[in-house]
């Protein structure tokens, strides 16, 4: 499962990365659409990824972990879009 802990990270980085360069570049409700497409991008990698992998296993755990860590860092940059960055 080591291999599986290294997608899930470096998806989890490429979020974080992809949503840092939103919040500075972007303002408001295109900030906001972008954080949507960021996460469906996130959830479609890895999709892409298990379609290319021999193995199929811990594909939904895969899945929920990369979800439910991109949609937290998500949420917070939401909450800085729409309270602290007006």
């Known amino acids: ?6 997608e899930i990270i470096s998806i989890w980085l490429l979020v974080a990365i992809a949503t840092l360069v939103v919040t500075i570049t972007a303002r408001g409700e ?3 659409a972008s954080f949507g497409a960021i996460l469906a991008g996130s959830c479609a990698l890895v999709s892409m990824i298990h379609l290319f ?3 199929h296993v811990g594909f939904v755990k895969k899945l929920v972990y990369v979800a439910g860590g991109s949609y937290l860092m998500l949420a917070i940059a939401s909450l800085y879009v729409l309270f602290i960055q007006r």
């Open 53 to 55: 992998l021999t193995g």
């Open 30 to 32: 295109m900030a906001l």
């Open 1 to 6: 499962m080591k291999s599986g802990w290294i």
